[in-house]
């Protein structure tokens, strides 16, 4: 998934949790749920396995700067607006939101390190990564119904905070 999608739906869901540890908790696993949904990603060529061990280091490391800027603050922006629409300007505190969506965003960012470093403590969260994007994804989306999935999602989980 992109991290768009992981921001808002474990920001929403870190929104919804009693306690900042479940904010973490529940933000991670979602992670690894959302990446069960057939979807659709963008290529970074930086962050691949097969590139160089550099981040940043290709051709089109500025090209993919401004992807994952572009997807980060496009998250950021629909959580608030979604945030805003549940809670009507009347979020007490943002600190599991925030909370939420940091842990929601980590297994990639865990992945890239494992990918990066080869390290062995990172080598089952990386199996699992991998087999939950196994689960239903047998055939690559290409990006609109792979996109699809990923709105319906956040959709879902949208109507469920507001409406539940
Ligand atoms: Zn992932």
Avoid: C
């Avoid at 981040?55 to 490391?61: E, S, V």
């Amino acid at each position: 998934m992109i991290l768009a999608s992981h921001i808002i739906v474990s920001g929403l869901v870190g929104s919804a949790a009693k306690n900042y540890f479940a904010a973490a908790f529940f933000g991670f696993t979602s992670h690894y749920i959302l990446d069960t949904l057939p979807h659709w990603d963008y290529s970074i060529d930086d962050f691949s396995p097969e590139s160089p061990s550099g981040l940043f280091k290709t051709k089109n490391a500025w090209r993919n700067i401004a992807k994952l800027a572009t997807d980060v603050a496009g998250g950021i922006i629909v959580l608030l607006i979604l945030l805003n629409r549940i809670y009507q300007n009347n979020i007490e505190n943002i600190a599991p939101v925030f909370i939420g969506a940091v842990f929601g965003v980590l297994p990639d960012a865990l992945q890239l390190l494992y990918w990066k470093t080869k390290t062995p403590y990172l080598k089952w969260l990386s199996d699992i990564h991998a087999f939950t994007h196994s689960i239903f994804n047998k055939t690559k989306k290409t990006a609109l119904p792979g996109l699809a999935y990923q709105i319906i999602t956040i959709a879902l989980v949208f109507i469920a905070l507001k409406f539940f």
